[in-house]
């Protein structure tokens, strides 16, 4: 595995890989790799002959209320992982060579990006397709891999590439969790023993909903309700926003209709560390 830090140096690898009609896939990380991340490389793995992971903690995505500067970054470890689950290019830059002095152009993302995550974390998602933007311009991959987890990232990351015409093929992987439920995050090594115990109430109200809508209920607003008060009545946690869309735009759904796809979301917090979970169900 090749360690890159430089993009131009990164551009001219993959001008030569195309050049030999390698077959290029990304998966862009922040780092301190778990399961999650790993899933998508195997999955890179499995269809394409080159593997560029990238990790790069994006200050353009943080608020200032969050973690960035306390963001874990175990670069050696995540080597490690990365060279272990087949990785081929490992490219790391630092803030500087991605954003260098001068640097004022960015992505500004539509709808889509309004509500939720959008609404909670001003500018997240114009940092986000900021640096996907760029990332893509310097892997040029033919495959980028995204995980469900986030899963309003991934909406706006397709809508990006749909909207600027970006010739790639964005692939959306399932949800790694821990056997308990919980969703796998680089975040959870924050939590303490009892706040993970909590935090899989997460999924427990993923759980719910999908026992009320199998059960026919369509008042997908009260169904939210409940998942709230299950979050709130755990010790530490404390519900941000429970919310069902419309899974094509994201756009708030109050009762479901027969044949139509919707998403369950969810982010609350145990303890200071926000969580995020979620789930597609089709009626
Ligand atoms: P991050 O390092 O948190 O920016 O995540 C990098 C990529 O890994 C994103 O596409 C995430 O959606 C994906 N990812 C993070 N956690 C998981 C998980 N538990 N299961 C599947 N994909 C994940």
Redesign the pocket.
């Known amino acids: 595995m090749q360690i890159i830090t430089e993009p131009c140096q990164m551009q001219a690898v993959v001008e030569k890989l195309r050049l030999n009609r390698q077959l290029i896939a990304v ?6 790799l ?4 790993l ?2 490389v195997k999955q890179a793995r499995s269809l394409a002959g080159t593997v560029i992971l990238t990790i790069f903690v994006n200050p353009k995505q943080f608020g200032p209320d969050e973690d960035f500067h306390r963001y874990p970054r175990p670069f050696e470890l995540d080597a490690s992982h990365a060279k272990a689950a087949g990785v081929d290019y490992l490219f790391a830059p630092s803030p500087e060579a991605i954003y260098p002095e001068g640097f004022q152009t960015t992505v500004q993302t539509g709808a889509v990006a309004e509500g939720l995550e959008g609404m909670k974390r001003p500018g997240h998602f114009n940092g986000v397709v900021t640096v996907v933007t760029k990332l893509l311009h310097i892997t040029k991959p033919h495959i980028a ?6 899963a309003q ?2 909406a706006v990351i397709n809508r990006l590439v749909r909207d600027l015409n970006l010739d790639v093929r964005i692939i959306g ?5 821990e056997e308990n439920g919980l ?4 975040r959870n090594i924050y939590l303490s023993k009892e706040q993970r115990e909590s935090a899989t109430v997460l999924f427990r109200g993923i759980l719910h909903a999908e026992k009320e809508l199998a059960a026919g209920r369509t008042d997908l607003a009260a169904i939210a309700g409940e998942i709230e008060r299950m979050i709130a009545g755990e010790p530490e946690c404390r519900p941000d926003y429970v919310c069902f869309v419309h899974d094509n735009d994201f756009m708030t759904a109050e009762t479901a209709e027969p044949a139509r796809e919707y998403r369950l979301l969810i982010a609350a917090y145990a303890g200071t560390v926000r969580l995020i979970d979620n789930r597609r169900f089709t009626t």
């Open positions: 998966v862009m990380t922040m780092g301190a778990h399961e999650g991340h899933s998508l891999l995204f995980g469900e987890k986030d990232q991934l992987a399932p949800i790694v969790r969703a796998v995050s680089s």
